[in-house]
């Protein structure tokens, strides 16, 4: 009889693996987007550096259908479809620490800090793409939604946590020091990966009992042709094309947020590196927990398109609020109320968005057509931090804020418009967190 957590068998399993997973690929992101820009911003580096921090960050997550259709290609089923790949990425986060930690830069080291992103950057896109494939494949459909609350919830924890930790650690504590302290808690999520089984027969490691399943024997391709073909077909449907149009407007705003925010907290609103960095992260730890209850609620009640349409419409009003409140916001409780309202809408479009791609992507190509939406959801991040910079910044916030709300009011229409995720599935019971 197997033992030990098996994904295919214990939805508590599945969902704490989710939210434990997504967890570990929200360190390096936290670490890039919220502690190295305001540390850089706390030192005076120019806002096109800050800028070029959160496009090099999410940079590697664009471009992950490469290892995306090698996985769908390549696999080892005795061990599942995806956690072979899983492992490796882990491995490759770990290593990418260590390096950094092996080197610290200061503030005035902007290339290096810039490959330093793009390094561990690349390892957490990886272990998303493992992630996202093994979700397409293992999750059921009526718990789509409540998974994609996890999945999210945990990646807003880890990139609070990171955050917070790489805020106060780069000015108390120094880079090298900062990144060397991190590798305990990926070596916490590795250790969890090498646990689990996808499946009841499969191996737990290489030299455990075991072989491949049915079920990831009939699913997996194993030739090129065939996934191209497969994907390509999917990904043409008029609903996918609309996802993707939606995507690029949408994301595009939000990287030109995610850019603003760290700046306008060192130069509007007083903070430091590290006060920032306390400040967001425990601002988005406690908005992950709402988001987890929230992002579900919303994908059961209204199914995951009109709830979508309606977050990022309502992030347009908030973005509103940025540029005509200033007198408002610019105080330290009120500017932590903002925060914390960017924060609920960051993680809650994830969330209730999610299960579009997943409600779209074919099994048999999971990995590859999953995470073309995703990569395809990233790039824009980076373009819309770029445009930031070029439209002006803080000295055209007019300008900047209104590019803003005009890409996220078209990306919700498109939203709007497609077809599916209206369906109303079975109901789950919104998960309580304590």
């Known amino acids: 009889m197997p033992t030990g957590p098996i994904l295919s068998e214990s939805r508590p399993v599945r969902l704490f693996t989710f939210f434990l997973l997504y967890f570990g690929q929200g360190l390096p992101v936290g670490t890039a987007t919220v502690g190295f820009t305001a540390w850089l911003a706390a030192n ?29 290609r390549y696999a080892w089923l005795p061990m599942g479809r995806r956690r072979a790949w899983l492992i490796a990425s882990q491995a490759l986060m770990i290593a990418g620490f260590a390096i950094a930690a092996l080197i610290g830069p200061g503030p005035e080291d902007i290339q290096v ?18 992630v996202d494939g093994l979700a397409v494949d293992i999750l059921p ?100 094309l609309k996802l993707l149009g939606a995507a690029l407007l949408t994301r595009t705003a939000g990287g030109m947020i995610t850019a603003m925010w760290p700046i306008i907290a060192v130069v509007g609103a007083g903070y430091t590196s590290a006060g920032f960095g306390a400040m967001f992260s425990t601002a988005k730890l406690a908005m992950a927990v709402a988001a987890i209850a929230i992002g579900s609620l919303l994908t059961m009640r209204l199914g995951p398109r009109i709830a979508t349409m309606l977050v990022y419409l309502s992030l347009a009003l ?109 109901a789950e019971p919104v998960p309580v967190v304590n």
Not at 336 to 345: G, M, Q, R, T, Y
């Open 44 to 72: 005076g580096a120019p806002e096109a550096d800050v800028a070029a921090i959160v496009a090099a960050a999410y940079l590697p997550w664009s471009f992950k259908f490469i290892p995306a259709a090698v996985m769908d």
């Open 113 to 130: 800090i810039l490959y330093i992103v793009f390094l561990i950057g690349t390892g957490s896109a990886i272990q998303d793409v493992a």
């Open 318 to 426: 908030l973005v509103l609020f940025i540029l005509y409140g200033g007198s408002i916001w610019v105080g330290t409780v009120a500017f932590i109320v903002v925060s914390c309202l960017w924060a609920l809408h960051d993680t809650v479009s994830s969330i209730v968005s999610n299960p579009l791609r997943m409600q779209l992507s074919d099994p048999n190509v999971a990995a590859t057509q999953f995470t073309i939406y995703n990569s395809l959801s990233n790039l824009p991040v980076s373009l819309g931090a770029t445009l930031y910079a070029i439209f002006g910044g803080t000295e055209e916030l007019a300008q900047v804020v209104w590019t803003m709300v005009a890409l996220l009011v078209a990306g919700s229409a498109v939203y709007g418009w497609m077809r599916i995720g209206s369906r109303h599935v079975e």
């Open 141 to 240: 459909e009526r718990e789509q939604g409540t998974a994609s609350a996890f999945m999210f919830g945990g990646q807003a924890v880890g990139i609070a946590v990171s955050g917070a930790a790489a805020g106060a650690g780069l000015q108390y504590l120094g880079s090298s020091t900062t990144f060397l302290l991190f590798l305990p808690v990926i070596l916490i999520v590795t250790l969890w990966a090498l646990i689990i089984k996808e499946r009841p027969e499969e191996k737990r490691l290489p030299w455990s009992r075991g072989k491949a399943s049915p079920v990831n024997l009939e699913r997996h391709v194993g030739a090129w042709w065939p996934i191209a073909e497969a994907t390509f077909r999917s990904m043409i449907k008029p609903d996918s």
